[in-house]
Protein backbone atom coordinates (compact mmCIF):
# COMPACT_ATOMS: atom_id res chain seq x y z
CA UNK A 1 0.00 0.00 0.00
CA UNK A 2 1.57 3.35 -1.46
CA UNK A 3 1.13 6.04 1.35
CA UNK A 4 0.60 9.44 0.20
CA UNK A 5 3.47 12.12 -0.01
CA UNK A 6 3.24 15.54 -0.02
CA UNK A 7 6.28 17.69 -0.87
CA UNK A 8 6.98 21.76 -0.79
CA UNK A 9 9.65 22.89 -3.50
CA UNK A 10 10.41 26.11 -1.98
CA UNK A 11 12.46 26.67 -5.13
CA UNK A 12 14.97 30.00 -4.47
CA UNK A 13 12.70 31.48 -1.61
CA UNK A 14 13.16 32.47 1.55
CA UNK A 15 15.81 33.65 3.21
CA UNK A 16 17.09 32.35 6.62
CA UNK A 17 15.06 34.53 8.86
CA UNK A 18 12.21 33.48 6.58
CA UNK A 19 12.65 29.91 6.97
CA UNK A 20 12.86 29.77 10.44
CA UNK A 21 9.39 31.62 10.92
CA UNK A 22 7.77 29.59 8.60
CA UNK A 23 9.28 26.77 10.44
CA UNK A 24 7.50 28.14 13.83
CA UNK A 25 4.17 28.58 12.00
CA UNK A 26 3.58 25.68 10.26
CA UNK A 27 4.71 23.19 13.42
CA UNK A 28 2.26 25.00 15.27
CA UNK A 29 -0.30 23.79 12.62
CA UNK A 30 1.05 20.43 11.40
CA UNK A 31 -0.27 17.15 12.65
CA UNK A 32 1.19 14.09 12.11
CA UNK A 33 -1.01 11.52 9.77
CA UNK A 34 -0.60 8.89 7.36
CA UNK A 35 0.68 11.80 4.78
CA UNK A 36 4.33 11.65 4.44
CA UNK A 37 5.36 15.43 4.08
CA UNK A 38 8.70 17.00 3.40
CA UNK A 39 10.06 20.34 2.63
CA UNK A 40 12.73 21.20 -0.31
CA UNK A 41 14.56 24.22 0.98
CA UNK A 42 17.75 26.26 -0.63
CA UNK A 43 20.82 24.51 0.67
CA UNK A 44 21.86 27.36 3.17
CA UNK A 45 18.45 26.67 4.94
CA UNK A 46 18.53 22.70 5.33
CA UNK A 47 20.36 23.45 8.62
CA UNK A 48 18.50 25.18 10.42
CA UNK A 49 15.31 23.57 9.24
CA UNK A 50 16.41 20.20 10.13
CA UNK A 51 16.91 21.45 13.74
CA UNK A 52 13.25 22.94 13.61
CA UNK A 53 11.88 19.65 12.51
CA UNK A 54 13.20 17.59 14.69
CA UNK A 55 10.95 14.61 16.54
CA UNK A 56 8.25 16.56 14.35
CA UNK A 57 8.17 13.48 11.50
CA UNK A 58 8.55 16.55 8.81
CA UNK A 59 11.09 15.15 5.84
CA UNK A 60 13.77 17.38 4.19
CA UNK A 61 14.97 17.45 1.04
CA UNK A 62 17.56 19.70 -1.06
CA UNK A 63 16.73 20.66 -4.52
CA UNK A 64 19.95 19.25 -6.02
CA UNK A 65 23.35 17.38 -5.50
CA UNK A 66 26.29 16.10 -7.50
CA UNK A 67 27.45 13.23 -8.64
CA UNK A 68 30.66 13.19 -7.29
CA UNK A 69 31.47 12.77 -3.46
CA UNK A 70 33.70 15.31 -3.55
CA UNK A 71 35.68 17.18 -6.09
CA UNK A 72 36.94 20.18 -7.67
CA UNK A 73 33.28 21.31 -8.43
CA UNK A 74 32.99 25.08 -7.34
CA UNK A 75 29.61 26.02 -6.22
CA UNK A 76 28.26 21.94 -5.93
CA UNK A 77 27.31 20.16 -2.57
CA UNK A 78 27.05 16.32 -2.70
CA UNK A 79 25.30 14.25 -1.59
CA UNK A 80 27.37 12.89 1.56
CA UNK A 81 27.20 16.52 2.72
CA UNK A 82 23.97 16.15 2.62
CA UNK A 83 23.71 13.13 4.45
CA UNK A 84 25.85 14.24 6.92
CA UNK A 85 23.26 16.97 8.07
CA UNK A 86 19.90 14.72 7.79
CA UNK A 87 19.02 15.36 4.89
CA UNK A 88 16.30 12.82 3.70
CA UNK A 89 15.41 13.51 0.29
CA UNK A 90 16.95 15.17 -2.98
CA UNK A 91 14.64 16.92 -6.11
CA UNK A 92 17.33 15.49 -8.99
CA UNK A 93 16.32 16.44 -12.54
CA UNK A 94 13.58 19.32 -11.76
CA UNK A 95 13.02 20.58 -15.18
CA UNK A 96 14.31 24.11 -14.13
CA UNK A 97 17.46 22.74 -13.58
CA UNK A 98 17.21 20.90 -17.08
CA UNK A 99 16.32 24.31 -18.52
CA UNK A 100 18.30 26.86 -17.05
CA UNK A 101 21.28 24.71 -15.84
CA UNK A 102 21.64 22.18 -18.52
CA UNK A 103 20.76 18.89 -17.00
CA UNK A 104 20.36 16.10 -19.19
CA UNK A 105 19.25 12.71 -18.75
CA UNK A 106 22.64 11.65 -18.16
CA UNK A 107 23.52 14.07 -15.36
CA UNK A 108 20.15 13.40 -13.64
CA UNK A 109 20.84 9.33 -14.04
CA UNK A 110 24.23 10.03 -12.06
CA UNK A 111 22.82 11.79 -9.11
CA UNK A 112 20.07 9.66 -8.67
CA UNK A 113 22.77 6.82 -8.61
CA UNK A 114 24.68 8.55 -6.30
CA UNK A 115 21.56 9.95 -3.84
CA UNK A 116 20.45 5.92 -3.24
CA UNK A 117 24.64 4.93 -2.77
CA UNK A 118 24.43 7.92 -0.05
CA UNK A 119 21.16 7.18 1.41
CA UNK A 120 19.06 10.07 0.09
CA UNK A 121 15.83 9.38 -1.48
CA UNK A 122 15.52 10.54 -4.83
CA UNK A 123 12.33 12.76 -5.93
CA UNK A 124 13.24 12.19 -9.80
CA UNK A 125 11.52 14.77 -11.61
CA UNK A 126 9.79 14.41 -15.63
CA UNK A 127 7.58 15.99 -17.66
CA UNK A 128 7.07 17.47 -21.25
CA UNK A 129 6.87 20.87 -22.68
CA UNK A 130 3.53 22.37 -24.55
CA UNK A 131 5.17 21.76 -27.38
CA UNK A 132 5.57 18.61 -26.99
CA UNK A 133 2.27 17.46 -25.69
CA UNK A 134 0.64 20.00 -28.84
CA UNK A 135 2.24 17.09 -31.06
CA UNK A 136 1.02 14.45 -29.14
CA UNK A 137 4.44 13.29 -28.44
CA UNK A 138 4.12 13.27 -24.36
CA UNK A 139 4.28 9.51 -23.63
CA UNK A 140 7.30 8.89 -26.05
CA UNK A 141 9.14 11.93 -24.45
CA UNK A 142 8.59 10.70 -20.56
CA UNK A 143 8.76 7.48 -21.28
CA UNK A 144 12.74 8.03 -22.52
CA UNK A 145 13.08 10.18 -19.28
CA UNK A 146 12.33 7.06 -16.99
CA UNK A 147 14.47 4.78 -19.02
CA UNK A 148 17.81 6.80 -19.27
CA UNK A 149 16.94 8.42 -15.55
CA UNK A 150 16.39 4.75 -13.84
CA UNK A 151 19.53 3.22 -15.54
CA UNK A 152 21.56 0.77 -13.79
CA UNK A 153 18.96 1.58 -11.06
CA UNK A 154 18.49 -2.09 -9.08
CA UNK A 155 15.10 -3.04 -8.98
CA UNK A 156 15.70 -2.84 -4.74
CA UNK A 157 16.62 0.97 -5.21
CA UNK A 158 14.06 1.82 -7.61
CA UNK A 159 11.04 1.35 -4.66
CA UNK A 160 13.18 4.28 -2.65
CA UNK A 161 12.47 6.90 -5.98
CA UNK A 162 9.64 9.00 -6.12
CA UNK A 163 8.84 9.90 -9.43
CA UNK A 164 7.55 13.15 -9.55
CA UNK A 165 5.23 13.79 -13.03
CA UNK A 166 5.69 17.95 -13.55
CA UNK A 167 4.24 18.75 -16.81
CA UNK A 168 6.45 21.96 -17.42
CA UNK A 169 3.26 23.59 -18.96
CA UNK A 170 1.52 23.22 -15.81
CA UNK A 171 4.62 24.63 -13.23
CA UNK A 172 3.98 28.26 -12.04
CA UNK A 173 1.67 28.75 -14.61
CA UNK A 174 -1.69 28.29 -12.45
CA UNK A 175 -2.74 25.71 -15.51
CA UNK A 176 -2.94 22.62 -13.78
CA UNK A 177 -3.05 19.37 -15.46
CA UNK A 178 -7.08 18.10 -15.36
CA UNK A 179 -6.66 15.18 -13.00
CA UNK A 180 -7.58 13.01 -16.34
CA UNK A 181 -4.57 14.05 -17.91
CA UNK A 182 -2.59 13.47 -14.98
CA UNK A 183 -3.76 10.12 -14.03
CA UNK A 184 -3.03 9.01 -17.84
CA UNK A 185 0.64 10.10 -17.82
CA UNK A 186 1.23 8.75 -13.91
CA UNK A 187 -0.32 5.07 -15.11
CA UNK A 188 1.33 5.33 -17.70
CA UNK A 189 4.63 6.05 -15.62
CA UNK A 190 3.56 3.35 -14.36
CA UNK A 191 3.24 1.05 -17.19
CA UNK A 192 6.99 1.86 -17.94
CA UNK A 193 8.30 1.14 -14.38
CA UNK A 194 6.58 -2.31 -14.40
CA UNK A 195 8.58 -3.11 -17.94
CA UNK A 196 11.48 -2.39 -16.43
CA UNK A 197 11.29 -3.90 -13.01
CA UNK A 198 8.12 -6.08 -12.60
CA UNK A 199 4.48 -5.17 -11.56
CA UNK A 200 5.49 -5.64 -7.79
CA UNK A 201 8.05 -2.98 -7.97
CA UNK A 202 6.11 -0.49 -9.98
CA UNK A 203 3.06 -0.60 -7.70
CA UNK A 204 5.41 0.57 -4.38
CA UNK A 205 6.86 3.04 -6.64
CA UNK A 206 5.71 6.61 -5.04
CA UNK A 207 4.42 8.74 -7.87
CA UNK A 208 3.42 12.27 -7.48
CA UNK A 209 1.83 14.97 -9.72
CA UNK A 210 3.27 18.88 -10.00
CA UNK A 211 2.79 21.62 -11.64
CA UNK A 212 0.41 24.69 -9.65
CA UNK A 213 -1.31 22.18 -7.01
CA UNK A 214 -3.28 24.23 -4.85
CA UNK A 215 -5.85 23.50 -1.74
CA UNK A 216 -8.57 23.73 -4.43
CA UNK A 217 -7.60 21.13 -6.52
CA UNK A 218 -5.29 18.77 -4.47
CA UNK A 219 -8.21 16.25 -3.20
CA UNK A 220 -8.72 15.58 -7.30
CA UNK A 221 -5.80 14.89 -8.14
CA UNK A 222 -4.75 13.04 -5.23
CA UNK A 223 -8.16 10.77 -5.85
CA UNK A 224 -6.86 9.63 -9.06
CA UNK A 225 -5.29 5.62 -8.77
CA UNK A 226 -1.77 6.37 -9.95
CA UNK A 227 -1.49 9.80 -8.10
CA UNK A 228 0.26 8.87 -5.13
CA UNK A 229 1.33 12.41 -3.96
CA UNK A 230 2.50 16.41 -5.29
CA UNK A 231 5.28 18.05 -5.60
CA UNK A 232 4.13 21.77 -4.74
CA UNK A 233 5.92 24.68 -5.36
CA UNK A 234 4.52 27.99 -5.09
CA UNK A 235 1.49 27.04 -2.79
CA UNK A 236 4.56 25.31 -0.16
CA UNK A 237 5.34 28.70 1.09
CA UNK A 238 2.73 29.81 2.68
CA UNK A 239 2.21 27.13 6.06
CA UNK A 240 -1.21 27.32 5.84
CA UNK A 241 -2.05 26.47 2.15
CA UNK A 242 0.81 23.77 2.48
CA UNK A 243 -1.50 22.49 5.60
CA UNK A 244 -4.75 23.13 3.04
CA UNK A 245 -2.71 20.43 0.63
CA UNK A 246 -1.57 17.91 3.21
CA UNK A 247 -5.37 17.74 4.49
CA UNK A 248 -6.46 17.33 0.90
P1 LIG B 1 4.23 25.12 -8.86
O1 LIG B 1 5.67 24.40 -8.98
O2 LIG B 1 3.44 24.35 -7.85
O3 LIG B 1 4.55 26.53 -8.40
O4 LIG B 1 3.62 25.09 -10.21
C1 LIG B 1 5.78 23.00 -8.93
C2 LIG B 1 7.24 22.60 -9.08
O5 LIG B 1 7.95 23.19 -9.90
O6 LIG B 1 7.71 21.67 -8.39
Known amino acids: MRKPFIAGNWKMY ?9 AEEFKKLYEPSDVRVAIAAPFTQLWALKKA ?27 PMLKEIGVDYCIIGHSERRQYFNETDETVNRKVLKALEAGILPILCCGESLETRDAGDQNAFVEAQIRADFAGVAAEDAKKVTVAYEPIWAIGTGRTASPEQAQ ?3 GFIREVLKDIYSEDISEEITIQYGGSVKPANASDLMNQDDIDGALVGGASL ?4 FIEIIHF
Open 14 to 22: KTAAEAESF
Open 53 to 79: FEGTGIGLAAQNMHWEDQGAFTGEVSA
Open 184 to 186: DMC
Open 238 to 241: KPAD
